[in-house]
């Protein structure tokens, strides 16, 4: 069904006019069928064989047109292309994927050249406190902090410029192939969801030939058998094990190549593929270990780490591969209600106290009732006290006049 799928869309693009171009790129941008059929060719490259020059070929094709949709169609095939042709170049037939070679050199000289023919560089700014970005908010900073910061807000980031190429060869096969991975991951948001899972299952494949997963953990026949392992049981001295058979050749990788392979893998574990890109990440890093590359190690432990705080998969993961929170204004420390302090523990009645304190609280109910009752009286008297007071002392002032009255009347007379 595969077969007859590709052949007629191959016979329906090559019957087209040049005016109607546009309108087959907008129909087939939605078609999973296709993408579907393609996928299919492309897993079962051998069964297919006859198809696959076809198949690059149309696809250049899309890619050399000036059609978004088109472009963006091919590119979500280029992990897949890159599995086959370094698989093919591991295993020594080089030859046998010719097509692909072509098709992979045809997409990375567009994107390493300007429109003008010049060499396309790609910048882009690094994240400060100093300016918002997608992962914060602009923060209120003292001046002399906010001056700090604002050293770094220029640096930019680059990519390129790359030399145009004529063939691939093992000198720059892996400089290559970052690129185009480079290329991928800047339209990721734009490819078809069903791509991610191919992407996810296709980092697995690359990073796991040619070590066989025995019991769980990686295991190459060439480091010797495992007297535990199920091979060195079944074997005997008069038989030949499976350790003794030829190993498929390993995909030689580069710290960049896998760290791209990350980035590609974590956008696809928060939009719908979170198991499958969590076994690829797996994969990656222990591909990473084996290989001694710290850049990749550092990567994929951030992202496992990161898994711990923020579950992949959730409905309120963000559609860019990253959770965006806001940092509130104030710390607020949240205290349980089950948690032990020194005030719930004043509050907290113990079994036999429950008795000596409803008797409290009946004795402290009848002290307020009386003292409710008594406060009216209470009130009188301190009014007559403060009038005695008074009383008391215009008298004495009364008789301190009169005898200065007196003095005086004396002193006169005198």
Request: hydrophobic residues 35%; aromatic residues 8%.
């Amino acid at each position: 069904m595969a077969e007859s799928i590709i052949s007629d869309w191959i016979a329906e693009y090559n019957s087209l006019q040049e005016s109607e171009l546009r309108s087959f790129a907008a129909q087939h941008e939605n078609d999973y069928e296709i993408s579907k059929a393609l996928y299919t060719v492309l897993n079962e490259r051998a069964k297919y064989k006859d198809l696959i020059y076809p198949v690059c070929n149309q696809l250049c094709n899309f890619y050399r047109s000036n059609e978004i949709e088109l472009r963006r169609f091919t590119l979500q095939f280029v992990p897949m292309l890159i599995y086959l042709y370094l698989s093919s170049v591991a295993l020594g037939d080089k030859k046998g994927c010719r097509s692909i070679e072509t098709l992979l050199i045809c997409i990375y000289n567009i994107e390493v050249s300007a429109d003008d023919g010049t060499s396309k560089v790609v910048s882009f700014r690094m994240p400060v406190l100093a300016q918002a970005s997608i992962y914060h908010e602009e923060k209120t900073l003292h001046p002399s902090d906010l001056r700090r910061w604002e050293e770094n807000s220029n640096k930019e980031i680059s990519w390129g410029p790359l030399p145009s190429i004529e063939s691939i060869n093992a000198q720059n096969r892996l400089k290559v192939m970052t690129a185009l991975l480079f290329t991928y991951n800047q339209q990721l948001n734009q490819i078809h969801k069903p791509a991610l899972f191919h992407l996810c299952r296709t980092t697995s494949l690359l990073v796991n030939q040619g070590f066989p997963k025995v019991g769980g953990h990686m295991h190459r026949p060439s480091y010797g058998t495992d007297p535990t392992s199920p091979q060195s049981a079944s074997s005997s001295p008069g038989q030949s094990s499976l350790s003794s058979s030829k190993p498929i050749p390993r995909i030689a990788v580069s710290s960049q190549f896998l760290v791209e392979l990350a980035h590609a893998n974590y956008f696809a574990m928060f939009n719908e593929f979170a198991s499958a890109a969590i076994e690829a990440v797996n994969d990656l890093h222990s591909r990473a270990c084996y290989e001694m590359l710290p850049e990749v190690i550092l990567v994929t432990n951030a992202i496992r780490n990161s898994l711990h705080a923020n579950p992949s998969g959730q409905p309120s993961d963000g559609p860019m591969g990253i959770s965006v929170a806001l940092t509130p204004a104030t710390t607020t420390v949240t205290v349980s209600k089950s948690m032990i302090t020194n005030a719930s523990f004043r509050t907290k009645k113990l079994p036999e106290e429950d008795f000596m304190h409803e008797e409290r609280e009946e004795t402290e109910r009848e002290e307020e009732h009386e003292q409710v009752k008594q406060e009216p009286r209470l009130l009188a008297l301190d009014i007559i006290r403060f009038l005695g007071n008074v009383i008391t002392k215009l008298c004495r002032d009364v008789d301190n006049l009169s005898e200065s009255i007196k003095l005086s009347i004396e002193a006169n007379d005198e």
